[in-house]
């Protein structure tokens, strides 16, 4: 039986209009690997509290999440460093912001396989590894095995901190091993006795060991207390203030609830205020913005 045309007409119109109620907000993060895992699972909570939101987490990089901030596909991106000049640059020139928030601080733990019986290392033997003057094991004190250093590629947050605290912008091997994610690395350096690598302190698994570095373990202690060398914060970055569904997932992120998932995930926690003030990053310091983001 056909319907009759105004008939027929309603009934899309109502279609249409149950499915808008049904679409609610969107949100698009990408961005860094090392800060993946946690906005993954704080999206995850986020949205058990709000079935009305759809957040999509996807990785890449910290470049890449940048990049994909100022050209408006993404609404929050994922660092695990602090933007450049040039994409804060970039940003200016299109007419937006680069606005980072501070979620978490995390540790870059230098990991080896299991059976090496190395527990420490200077940060000068560690840059003479991944520059290629030391070749050998046996030239630390350990076996005679070839050292074979992995890191990650170019383009990466934990890579640009890496180089610039360790390498201190000396050429890399052509010799390491270049991978894509933390969680590649953790399992190559598992599997070679050789290997040596670097992972987000989340990362950290039995199958490897942890090295410290100039005597100091990478802990939330000697995080906090400014004695681990290797230490970072973890950004969500912005390209406007933050309002809406977006600012309220940044307020759970640094809520108390939010910030034991930090803690449950294996980095260290922001303090967050009962009043929902929370941390901004200008200029390399942390301080505090006040107001419901």
Not at 223 to 238: D, I, K, N
């Amino acid at each position: 039986m056909l319907l009759p045309k105004n008939a027929l007409c309603v009934g899309i119109i109502l279609s249409l209009l149950f499915s808008l109620a049904w679409a609610g907000e969107r949100i698009v993060i990408q961005g860094s690997t090392t800060v993946l895992p946690l906005v993954q699972i704080l999206a995850e909570k986020y949205m058990e509290k709000h079935p009305e939101v759809d957040i999509s987490v996807s990785g890449g990089g910290s470049g890449v999440g940048i990049t994909a901030l100022l050209d408006g596909i993404t609404d929050i991106a994922m660092s695990s460093r602090e933007a450049k000049e040039k994409e804060v640059a970039e940003a200016r020139a299109r007419g937006k912001d680069l606005i980072p928030v501070v979620i978490a601080y995390d540790a870059i733990a230098v990991i080896v396989h299991p059976e090496n019986p190395i527990d420490t290392l200077s940060l000068e033997n560690l840059r003479r590894i991944y520059t290629g003057d030391i070749r050998s094991w046996k030239d630390l004190g350990g076996p005679p095995v070839p050292v074979v250093p992995i890191s990650r590629e170019f383009a990466s947050g934990t890579f640009e901190v890496f180089n610039r605290v360790v390498l201190q912008k000396e050429e890399l091997t052509p010799s390491a091993l270049m991978l894509v994610s933390n969680l590649t690395i953790l399992q190559e350096v598992s599997s070679s006795p050789g290997c040596i690598g670097y992972v987000g302190l989340g990362y950290v698994r039995e199958t490897v060991k942890v090295v410290a570095l100039e005597g100091v373990f990478p802990t939330k202690e000697s995080v906090c207390l400014g004695q681990y060398p290797l230490a970072r914060p973890l950004y969500l970055y912005l390209a406007r203030p933050p309002e809406g569904s977006v600012g309220d997932f940044i307020a759970f992120a640094l809520s108390e609830e939010g910030q034991y998932i930090v803690a449950e995930e294996g980095f260290i926690p922001v303090r967050a205020e009962e009043n929902g003030d929370f941390l901004v990053v200008e200029g390399g310091d942390a301080h505090e913005k006040s107001g419901n983001p």
